[in-house]
């Protein structure tokens, strides 16, 4: 990413109008994007990520501790998940037409690289992303301004190969979605699979929005596996590549990575994947728990990834507003790395009040958040895992990494 040494001119020369820039201090409202796939095939999990950066702003709005007495509001655009050119269009909608101080987002890793290329990066805007996963977006040459809280996959496909070793699982076959997620995906998991002895007798990819998979199962079935690893999306072809299988006796035994964990593909498939095995970025901590809290005060069942990340991502970007006294796009790509890491008292889920005061003060703060929040030079965290095994009907953590 080239990330850290922020240039201090990124927004020399906007306006400061909230049409075409984001809100400076004095002003009554800040606008935060909401970037995510709304529909496609994610949308399931996407509804209660967007309420996870939705119970974070109403936090620090609640407050009315935040700097120039600043509110927070929303916008939300849809990148459909896979569609670059609809990812661009509604980070452009955001940027330039709703003058969106920061975005929370995207989520699919192909949407967050082409709606902060075509258009962050360009106009000076932070964004991010509580779920892009893609060893990829390490690389991008962001100004400092591409952010995440969602560990890269270049850990998660070790997580991932060392669960199957670990249970006896040596010949798979793995299927991946055809972008930057799923083939940055399985190339982490096979060959980290490959080096604890296991052999991967297939690695294909598939495209989204076929009506049948059939030839897809056949060409991995072929090939002898005893297991089909599924890097894919829960409500798109990776469910459609494991229903096909059952069908067709293809095959019997599953894994899947954190696209793949949510209620909707066990209320699809039911018995079928009863035992399958999940990885999902996430810990079993006080901050977890601290969150899983607050999302139950607020209605928000947690069943799928990415969350707490979502509030994390949200949090940072408020107190990041905060540490520099303005909603200025470049002042919060200034000061968000600040209030990631140490120095600074610890902040967990519900403390964002507590923040606040300490900023305001001059103090320092090192948010944690509910997902460890400690950024890298290159603006991620290295990461905790879950490991998750559908057992009677749900899906159930059993195991931390």
Request: overall charge negative.
């Amino acid at each position: 990413m080239k990330h850290r040494f922020i240039v201090t001119a990124i927004a020399a020369g906007v306006a400061l109008t909230m049409s075409a820039s984001s809100p400076s201090f004095g002003q009554d409202t800040a606008k935060i994007g909401i970037l995510m796939g709304f529909t496609g095939p994610i949308e399931s999990l996407t509804v209660g990520i967007a309420a996870g950066a939705r119970i974070a702003l109403t936090e620090v709005n609640d407050s009315g501790k935040l700097t120039g007495g600043l509110t927070l509001q929303s916008v939300d655009a849809d990148t459909t998940c896979v569609d670059a050119a609809a990812a661009t269009a509604s980070a452009d909608r955001l940027i330039n037409e709703e003058g969106v101080a920061a975005i929370v987002g995207a989520l699919c890793s192909g949407s967050t690289i082409a709606s902060a290329n075509n258009v962050a990066i360009p106009n000076g805007v932070v964004m991010v992303s509580p779920a892009s996963t893609s060893p990829a977006i390490t690389g991008l040459d962001d100004n400092g301004l591409i952010f995440r809280t969602a560990p890269s996959d270049a850990r998660q496909g070790q997580v991932l190969a060392g669960v199957l070793s670990s249970k006896g699982i040596t010949n798979v076959a793995v299927t991946y979605t055809n972008n930057d997620y799923g083939k940055g995906f399985a190339d982490a998991f096979s060959g980290a699979f490959e080096n604890v002895g296991g052999t991967v007798t297939l690695s294909a990819g598939h495209e989204e929005g076929k009506a049948d998979y059939s030839a897809e199962v056949a060409a991995l079935s072929a090939t002898g596996a005893e297991h089909l690893v599924v890097l894919g999306y829960l409500d798109g072809a990776g469910r459609g590549v494991i229903e096909e299988s059952i069908k067709s006796g293809a095959f019997s035994s599953f894994s899947g990575g954190d696209g793949m964990i949510g209620a909707s593909i066990v209320e699809a498939l039911g018995d079928g994947i009863e035992g399958m095995i999940g990885t999902q970025p996430g810990g079993e901590n006080a901050g977890a728990s601290m969150f899983g809290a607050i999302a139950e005060q607020n209605g928000l069942d947690i069943n799928g990834p990415f969350q707490g990340e979502s509030y994390d991502a949200a949090a940072l970007i408020a107190l990041a507003i905060q540490a520099g006294g303005s909603a200025d796009r470049a002042s919060i790509a200034a000061n968000l790395e600040s209030v990631a890491n140490a120095p600074g008292e610890i902040i967990l889920p519900g403390e964002l009040a507590k923040a606040l005061d300490i900023l305001a003060s001059g103090g320092e703060v090192n948010y944690e958040g509910a997902s460890s929040v400690e950024l890298n030079d290159a603006g991620e965290p290295p990461g905790n895992f879950l490991e998750l095994v559908v057992k009677d009907g749900a899906w159930t953590t059993v195991g931390t990494h």
